[in-house]
């Protein structure tokens, strides 16, 4: 793989990295909001099932860019989307993600490398993911408190909390989105090199 010189961002990344997490975070949304009907009492392994479809735009981003403070960046514009809809906790939450992420890119020089760049995005939606679970730790009346204004009943609160159902959403989401990110893989050199887009993965 021929790997990109990693230099500072510019307007052109700010701007691709702006671009592509707003379309990231309206598929998300538009997704689980079509899937909450089925997919409403396999909460967080609907996260895992949207996210498939979400980590090829990610990964075409992340490629694309192939810059020190990409994720970082996406992090803190998805987390800032979320606390103005009201969910502000959610924020350093993704911007710890994002910052464990950087470091794990910088230490590997993995801009451009699927292995890297799948072990990041995975640590950063484990957080993202049962960022409710972190609030629960933190704070168990605060949880439950925003769970029932939220709509779900004490037989769903117990699901959610089970110590059982909560390792099978773990391996869903990391078998999802390694799967995802090795479509998007695929994609970006069947489609995108091709174009032009992405000078090389």
Not at 113 to 118: C, D, E, N, P, R
Request: aromatic share 16%; with cysteine; charged share 10%.
């Amino acid at each position: 793989m021929k790997n990109k010189k990693t230099e500072k961002l510019i307007s052109k990344d700010y701007l691709t990295i702006g671009l592509y997490s707003v379309v990231e975070f309206v598929v998300m949304m538009v997704m689980s909001m079509a899937t909450l009907p089925i997919l409403a009492w396999f909460y967080p392994y609907a996260t895992a099932f949207v996210l498939f479809f979400t980590c090829p735009i990610y990964l075409l981003m992340a490629f694309k860019v192939g810059k020190r403070g990409t994720l970082l960046l996406f992090g803190a514009i998805n987390g800032l989307f979320y606390a103005i809809m009201g969910s502000v906790y959610i924020l350093p939450i993704t911007l710890l993600g994002g910052l464990i992420g950087e470091v794990i890119l910088a230490k590997t020089n993995g801009y451009r490398k699927l292995g890297a760049q799948t072990v990041v995005f995975t640590i950063y939606n484990l957080l993202y993911g049962f960022s409710n679970y972190i609030i629960l730790a933190i704070s168990a009346d605060y949880y439950f408190s925003v769970m029932k204004n939220s709509g779900y009943n004490a037989n769903h609160l117990e699901y959610l909390t089970n110590p059982f159902w909560i390792m099978v959403s773990t391996a869903a989401l990391i078998v999802s989105i390694c799967l995802g990110c090795l479509f998007g893989y695929k994609l970006l050199n069947k489609h995108f090199v091709k174009a032009g887009v992405i000078k090389s993965t």
